[in-house]
């Protein structure tokens, strides 16, 4: 007697991809979508603020890319996410996969349980995996963080509905870090796969097509993930968005920076911008995490484009006015009107 076989199962396959911020996903992003596995990807951003700047952090790619900015795709913008999935399906055939990149303050769940609660999607998509990336150098401070009563740790979260885990940044940590990083990993989801990386380097056979979604398992952990939507984030975490014209002064920003992330990094988790310097003709792309800064220049501006300075802090406590105070001080012209 010969058994049947399986049938195929039809429906598109997506990835989501979280972490903390500045755990690497958008370097991750990038490297899927320059990769040259011809694979057609429809790529879903979601940003924590009211100013975007991972669009331009993004490299050009032929891939279709559709933005979400000013809430958590996890609870305001969720409704959002629906509607973006319900277009994209109508546009079928321009993409094999879709992979949706959540902001770094993200629980899981509430994204992976709209494809199983909402009839259409579900249909037409299939969770293929949940993806998320741990910054081996800072993580467990954000772990080990006591968080009010009935608030999430996101990053606990982000670990807990893994089904594979980069450990990225293994060469900024040192060897007993890592070591820890894994344990605390295993003591939250015993039997995720970690795969350890630096700038996000792997094999995408690892994360993509990989079928590892198994809602059985999630079940079985926690019984109400179907019908409990209701979740907290830590007000006390913000973001602040900073969009100015002009051009600005490089020794003047470079001191505002430093002095910034060496009184106030502890409390800023996330820093982030695309800027104009003066005299310089290409943008400069800078990203931060806690007092960690890196930058390089990125691509020219366009003749016709306005000179522009944006700006995104995300952190604990963050005081708008004084950021935005300071900031405007390092404006190449504020030197000449003081």
Known sequence: MTTAPEARDERVPVTVLTGFLGSGKTTLLNRILTEQHGLRIAVIENEFGEV?????????????????????????????????????????????????ETTGLADPAPVAQTFFMDDEIAAQLRLDAIVTLVDAAHVLP?????????????????????????????????????????????SINHGVRIIPARHAQLDLHEVLDVGAFDLERVLADDPSFLTDTEHQHDTTVTSVGIDLPGELDEDRLNRWLGNLLRTKGVDIFRSKGILALAGAPKQYVFQGVH??????????????????????FIGRDLDRAELERGFAECLATAGATA
């Open 291 to 312: 007092m960690l800064l890196d930058g390089e220049f990125g691509r020219d501006w366009r003749e016709d484009e306005e000179r522009r300075n944006r700006l995104v």
């Open 142 to 186: 954000h772990l080990d963080e006591a968080k009010p009563e009935g608030v999430e740790n996101e990053a606990v979260e982000q670990i807990a509905f893994a089904d594979r885990i980069v450990l990225n940044k293994t060469d900024l940590a040192d060897d007993a870090t890592v070591i820890d990083v894994v344990a605390r990993i295993r």
């Open 52 to 100: 975007g700047i991972d669009d331009a952090l993004v490299l050009d790619a032929e891939e279709e890319i559709f933005e979400m900015n000013n809430g958590c795709i996890c609870c305001t913008v969720r409704g959002d996410l629906i509607r973006i999935l319900g277009a994209l399906m109508r546009r079928r055939e321009k993409f094999d996969r879709i992979l949706i």
